[in-house]
Antibody, heavy 125, light 107 residues
């Protein structure tokens, strides 16, 4: 079964750090871009970051640049998100997602076809 | 950053209704757009990619259209399991941006 399972969430004080993990199974992890998406309580979805198959290209939303780091370990089929200098506004459910490539009508397209169940991060004093 | 504006933010509809949700991009994104469904407490689910291509396993009552800046998600005959929140997502440029969501509620 194709599956993503997040872990590592919890309660942390402002200014603190956390490392989220996402364990992949049922597919060849090393051949996919991977993504983190978050959702603050009662709010919409926000794309956070993604990482290329070999880890050599990473992209971030402006609000987390310099504070969050995405990484991966293809030997362990795992994706990570290192959260530093946390602020209250980072409180959210964090989802990892597989960034699939679709070839359609002569073009290439991305979409998040597999999602984990999410892990909750609460930043509060 | 490309801004994605969805409308309406919520709607009430009955089982069997035809429902249309729109998404407008602040600049041309070709057809680099996906639609996602999310139910309370659950992860999102991919419905449509490349603006109009149905993801495997998604019922054919869901359809997408549009290109450039204006896009539409249509549910042709609303079913009880379709009451959820729907999001568009542009994958043309970084940062990827979701629309603010459209909540489809039971009338």
């Amino acid at each position: 079964e194709v599956q993503l399972v997040e872990s590592g969430g919890g309660l942390v004080q402002p200014g603190g750090s956390l490392r989220l993990s996402c364990a992949a199974s049922g597919f060849t992890f090393s051949t996919y871009w991977m993504t983190w998406v978050r959702q603050a309580p009662g709010k919409g979805l926000e794309w956070v970051a993604n990482i290329k198959q070999d880890g050599n290209e990473k992209n971030y939303v402006d609000s987390v640049k310099g504070r969050f780091t995405i990484s991966r370990d293809n030997a362990k089929n795992s994706l990570y998100l290192h959260l530093n200098s946390l602020i209250v506004e980072d409180t959210a459910v964090y989802y990892c997602a597989r960034d699939a490539d679709y070839h359609h009508g002569g073009g290439d397209y991305d979409a998040f076809d597999i999602w984990g169940q999410g892990t909750m991060v609460t930043v509060s004093s | 950053a490309i801004q994605m504006t969805q409308s309406p933010s919520s709607l009430s509809a009955s089982v069997g209704d035809r429902v249309t949700i729109t998404c407008r991009a602040s600049q041309d994104i070709r057809n680099d757009l996906g639609w996602y469904q999310q139910k309370p407490g659950k992860a999102p689910r991919l419905l449509i990619y490349a603006a109009s291509s149905l993801q495997s396993g998604v019922p054919s009552r869901f359809s997408g259209s549009g290109s450039g800046t204006d896009f539409t998600l249509t549910i042709s005959c609303l079913q009880p399991e379709d009451f959820a929140t729907y999001y568009c997502l542009q994958d043309n440029k970084y940062p990827r941006m979701f629309g603010q969501g459209t909540k489809v509620e039971i009338k």
